[in-house]
């Protein structure tokens, strides 16, 4: 009796848990994907039902498309059966249509070590550990392969050391950057200050020259009245210049007409005139002569030498 009981009970509940995946057959297979992506585990329970004699009941065939339990039936296995298949056919239905669930696979801890030796650079070491581990597990040590998956704070304290060292790279990167504005900024200061202080010059030197020009021009200024007066002068020197030229002009036309009395007089007294000559040349030669004397004695002379060449060209 109290097997037929538990044998009861446990079909009535494979009953039940069948009809409820065949009226929320969707629902169900959603809630129980995402229990099994967050919980990461399930368990499976273990029920024997034993079968009944076929002897004691009568089979009906019911249609695909009457999932419906007959009024008045009360034929547990055939309930069962129905059960059975409609959750076949949903768990066909789902595996057409509904797709798994991603979840992340932690990682298994031999390769946590084979990728923390190889990121340390520690080659022998890695090798020594790998020889050792399959050995092991070559001759049957099976129970490192139960030892299980790393923990998560593990992977993410590797997540977090591989971004510090990506975030440890980009300052690296953006001081390089830094530095090199920085230099580019000083060597740019630089220049700003070398053109700054040559403006500085040029522009004393524009003050200067300023300066210079406005005490030339009063220096200039201080000799425009004596540059007047040597103008006063060269005008005035000019024109005793031009009245000394006439004064000589008329002075060689004087001289001109003395020289031609002279010659009448030398004419009309050709006997006594060489006796006068000689007796007024004593004269002279004892008197001091003035600047009129001289230059008749002067223009006598010149005459006698014209006489004298036209006589030889007569002869």
């Known amino acids: 009796m109290a097997a037929q009981r538990g044998m009861r009970s446990s079909a009535v509940r494979v009953l039940e848990e069948a009809l409820g995946m065949g ?54 296995a055939k309930a069962i059966q129905m059960a059975q298949e409609q959750a076949t056919d949903t ?3 789902e595996r057409k249509t509904v797709l798994p669930s991603k979840h992340a696979v932690p990682e298994v801890i031999e390769d946590f070590l084979c990728n923390f030796l190889i990121k340390m650079g520690m080659t022998r070491t890695l090798d020594c550990f790998q020889s050792e581990w399959y050995e092991l597990i070559q001759k049957g040590v099976t129970e490192l392969r139960t030892v299980g998956n790393v ?64 005490g030339l021009k009063l220096h200039y200024a201080s000799y425009e009245p004596t540059i007047r007066v040597l103008h006063e002068k060269h005008h005035t020197l000019l024109k005793e210049k031009m009245l000394t030229s006439l004064e000589r002009d008329k002075v060689v036309g004087q001289i001109s007409g003395l020289q031609e009395t002279l010659k009448n007089l030398q004419t009309r007294h050709s006997y006594h005139a060489p ?41």
């Open 23 to 76: 009226l929320t057959a969707a629902e169900d297979a959603r809630d129980t994907a995402d229990a099994v992506a967050a919980e990461g585990a399930y368990y499976l329970e273990q029920v024997t039902i034993t079968e009944a004699s076929e002897d004691d009941y009568e089979y009906e065939e019911i249609p695909d498309d009457n999932f419906s339990i007959p009024e008045g039936e009360e034929d547990l």
């Open 91 to 93: 768990e066909i239905l």
């Open 151 to 214: 923990p998560d704070v593990y992977t993410q304290i590797m997540l977090l050391e591989n971004e510090n060292k990506n975030l440890k790279k980009d300052l690296k990167h953006y001081k390089q950057a830094a530095d090199k504005a920085r230099e580019d900024l000083l060597k740019i200061q630089k220049e700003r200050d070398f053109h700054r202080m040559h403006h500085k010059r040029i522009v004393q030197e524009k003050n200067k020259l300023i300066n210079d020009l406005k």
């Open 275 to 315: 006796q006068i000559k000689v007796d007024r040349s004593r004269e002279k030669e004892n008197a001091p002569e003035g600047p009129t004397q001289k230059g008749l004695r002067e223009a006598r002379e010149q005459n006698k030498c014209k006489t004298k060449m036209k006589g030889n060209t007569k002869v």
